[in-house]
């Protein structure tokens, strides 16, 4: 790659040149779709426009952390409210492919709908090296059917630009420094968010469990590693069980929730470790989950599985 300031200038030239009217980009607030949205926004202004889909699947507040990006970014950006339709379309529903399958069809008609009001005939993606020249043999594909924002079908009648097409992740992360994107240092959200941590139906309540229980593993997880207790994990994240166990609340029987801990190192997310958690921290995450979502959660588990045999997510 050049030097970071030449391919930013070169690729802000390049966007120019090839988008005359305007353009639509899907952006969760990863550093792919951000960096994409970032040149472009510096190459065309308010011809961009940056949806955010907020599926009522992301973790605590980070809609408005995506929010507060774009806003610091310049970026022309609207955040699609579509919750409802989402939870709608998964009721009922508890097989994990088919909860894969209805999240990436949702989220294509969300954004299609998004473009057509906007008027784009461009559409801006955060592709980068391995997206493409991994695609159709990825092991993992055939696995699980992936979605991300960088999923969406070739047919939607728009132009594809795409400005990070032959940088790899740490090229993309150099990049995001150099123009003080925020995501630079996230670590990685599957695109069918809280849905795949949450096994079994996929409800608000669920939702909000595991939501709050993500929340708190991320916390301490990253307090541990910022007291020097640990290395901070490449992904770390709770999931929620769909079966009950037996407890004890006071004297009262309780019969609750599981939340499982998943925390692992990997370069890829091809294969995973997991992530060796000192005692003292897990211990400070289990009381935390069970005393603040004591109605709910009544056991905590933590997962020593390796990938392969097991995946990083639960679904
Ligand atoms: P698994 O669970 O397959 O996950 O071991 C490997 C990595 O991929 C992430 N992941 C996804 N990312 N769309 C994405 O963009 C998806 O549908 C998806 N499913 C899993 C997962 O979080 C891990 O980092």
């Keep these: 790659m050049l030097g970071v300031e030449d391919f930013v200038n070169e690729a802000i030239e390049d966007i120019k040149s090839k988008i005359t009217g305007k353009a639509i980009i899907a952006c969760s607030g990863g550093v792919d779709s951000m960096v994409a949205a970032t040149l472009t926004s510096k190459a065309i202004g308010d011809r961009l426009l940056a949806v ?33 339709q989402f939870f709608a379309a998964l009721k009922g529903v508890t097989d994990p492919e088919q909860k894969r399958k209805i999240i990436g069809e949702k989220f294509i008609r969300v954004f299609e709908a998004e473009a057509r009001s906007f008027g784009a005939d461009t559409l801006v993606q955060g ?69 795949v941590r949450c096994l079994g139906e996929v409800t608000p309540e669920n939702i909000e469990i595991v939501r709050e229980a993500c929340f708190i593993v991320e916390d301490e997880i990253r307090k541990a590693a910022a007291a020097g207790k640990m290395p901070l994990p490449w992904q770390y994240f709770a999931a929620l069980l769909p079966t009950r166990s037996v407890g004890v609340q006071g004297d009262r029987r309780a019969y609750g929730r599981t939340i499982v801990i998943r925390a ?21 995450m289990a009381t935390r989950i069970t005393n603040e979502m004591k109605s709910q959660v009544n056991r905590v588990v933590y997962d020593i599985t390796n990938k392969p045999p097991s995946t990083i997510e639960w679904e």
């Excluded at 599926?55 to 609207?78: A, C, P, Q, S, Y």
């Excluded at 924002?149 to 992360?173: C, F, H, I």
């Excluded at 890829?268 to 897990?282: E, F, N, R, S």
């Design 264 to 284: 692992v190192e990997s370069v890829d997310g091809m294969t995973a470790t997991y992530a060796k958690i000192p005692m003292d921290v897990l211990d400070v």
């Design 52 to 84: 955010y889909v907020d599926n009522g699947l992301m973790r605590k507040g980070e809609t408005d952390e995506v929010r507060t990006m774009m806003e610091h970014m310049g970026i022309n950006f609207k955040i699609a409210d579509a919750g409802e």
């Design 127 to 195: 592709t980068i090296a391995p997206d493409w020249i991994e695609s159709g043999d990825g092991v993992r594909d055939t696995i699980k059917s992936h979605h991300n924002v960088g999923g969406l079908p070739k047919d939607l009648g728009m132009a594809l630009v795409e400005p990070l097409r032959d940088l790899y992740k740490d090229e993309v992360r150099d990049v995001a420094r150099f123009l003080g994107v925020e995501a630079s240092e996230r670590q990685p959200f599957p695109g069918p968010a809280l849905a």
